[in-house]
């Protein structure tokens, strides 16, 4: 369970993917940690909760080799602080705007001497591990995921990745396309302009570049671009997919073929 795999993963360049946890609830995240998934993506920034609702959640994942990836919802110390302690082993911050805010994030992520962390791992009594090992060689488990999200986060790529400590920088494509005025357009030209360019600037920096899609078509796509980290949607918006398709047919032909 500890150390999670997953940074050395990224260091391989194998391709890790993920999937998003649409609700806080164990037999949820039971279900979807069957399905041999790298990391679960898990969101207290939209989520109308914090950490505290995730409960033990982020060990169960520890537990079946599934890093736990939680994004608070500001670039705050505290929020970062309480991530890791709850078991985080990616922490993701939205909203990285310049090099002086991923700084300031990588600090608050790491244990000193790296950073400025505050220690106490309330995880490890929950998952029997020991206490005093995990926060010797936290820093080298702890996965940095900073959100590129805006224009301004974009024209600071290149001092963004220059940063020490960074592991990912995840292009949010729906608030890239609000900051670009085509709010809600992820497919327009000026979002996949600079979806396409991401990965070819960070290519030499060591930072994998990732991103959050539904459709397989368009993951192959962001993959041959040269994404490694994608998160692949979430059970009850492809659930919701399915069930749409099978009522649709259903309704239009009750008895099936020979009816």
Do not use: C
């Amino acid at each position: 369970m500890y150390p999670n795999p997953l940074k050395q993963k990224l260091r391989n360049g194998d391709l890790v993917l993920g999937s998003a946890l649409p609700a806080f609830t164990p037999h949820l995240a039971g279900t979807i940690l069957k399905n041999d998934i790298d990391f679960l993506w898990l969101d207290t920034e939209h989520q109308p909760y914090g950490v505290e609702k995730l409960d033990t959640i982020p060990v169960l994942a520890r537990q079946r080799g599934v890093a736990p990836m939680i994004r608070v919802a500001n670039n705050d110390p505290g929020l970062i602080k309480k991530a890791f302690d709850a078991g985080a082993v990616a922490l993701m911050v939205p909203q990285v705007n310049t090099a002086e805010e991923a700084a300031a994030a990588v600090r608050s992520a790491k244990y000193p001497p790296l950073g400025d962390r505050g220690i106490t791992p309330s995880w490890t009594s929950v998952a029997s591990e020991d206490f005093n090992h995990v926060i010797k060689t936290a820093n080298d488990e702890t996965v940095i995921v900073l959100q590129i999200e805006s224009v301004q986060a974009y024209e600071n790529l290149d001092a963004i990745a220059a940063v020490d400590g960074i592991d990912v920088l995840f292009v949010g494509p729906m608030d890239l396309s609000a900051s670009l005025g085509v709010i809600t357009e992820t497919s327009s030209r000026q979002v996949q302009e600079i979806m396409e360019d991401v990965p070819q600037r960070l290519a030499a920096s060591g930072i994998v570049a990732g991103t959050t899609l539904m459709e397989v078509d368009d993951i192959q796509e962001k993959i041959r671009w040269g994404y490694r980290f994608l998160n692949v949607g979430n059970v009850v918006a492809y659930g919701n997919q399915v069930l749409k398709e099978s009522l649709d047919a259903l309704r239009a032909n009750p008895g099936g073929a020979g009816s």
